[in-house]
């Protein structure tokens, strides 16, 4: 009785593993024939929306981890605190708050110099 439902599970996996390397087609080659020449097409990078989109992400992502360092330094800060280690407390406030300068720095870098490319890339497409 139980070799049928695995069997059945080992079947439906079977024909879902075989179905996507059947549909595939042949129009995503990197490679076209041209007179009996081969022509190799360079892959395209992101476009400039994409960069200035990927850019104003890091820059919600760095804040995002910094708000939440800051937050995490805080709450530890008042545990210590109300457990009477006033020491304690401030080194783990500053910890959160030396961590979350951190990442918002980095992520506003990183995602100003994506913005940067973005906008590069952009006004020469104009030119």
Same mark, same amino acid.
């Given at each position: 009785?139980?070799?049928? /439902?695995?069997?059945?599970?080992?079947? $439906?996996?079977? =024909?879902?593993? =075989?179905? /996507?390397?059947?549909?595939?087609?042949?129009?995503?080659? #990197?490679?076209?024939?041209?007179?009996?020449? #081969?022509?190799?097409?360079?892959?395209?990078?992101?476009?400039?929306?994409?960069? =200035?989109?990927?850019?104003?992400?890091? *820059?919600?992502?760095?804040? $995002?981890?910094?708000?939440?360092?800051?937050?995490?330094?805080?709450?530890?800060?008042?545990?210590?605190? *109300?457990?009477?280690? /006033?020491?304690?407390?401030?080194?783990?406030?500053?910890?959160?708050?030396? #961590?979350?300068?951190?990442?918002?720095? *980095?992520?506003? #870098?990183?995602?100003? $110099?994506? =913005?940067?490319?973005?906008?590069?890339?952009?006004?020469?497409?104009?030119?």
């Amino acid at each position: 009785m139980k070799a049928k /439902p695995v069997f059945l599970m080992l079947a $439906a996996f079977s =024909i879902f593993a =075989i179905l /996507p390397a059947s549909a595939q087609s042949n129009s995503d080659q #990197t490679t076209t024939t041209t007179d009996q020449k #081969t022509v190799r097409t360079k892959n395209k990078g992101r476009g400039a929306g994409g960069d =200035i989109g990927s850019g104003a992400g890091d *820059v919600g992502k760095g804040a $995002a981890k910094g708000v939440g360092n800051a937050a995490k330094g805080a709450g530890e800060g008042a545990a210590d605190l *109300v457990t009477l280690h /006033p020491i304690n407390a401030a080194a783990a406030a500053g910890k959160g708050g030396a #961590t979350a300068g951190k990442d918002l720095a *980095v992520g506003t #870098t990183k995602g100003s $110099a994506k =913005i940067v490319k973005g906008i590069g890339k952009g006004i020469k497409h104009i030119f």
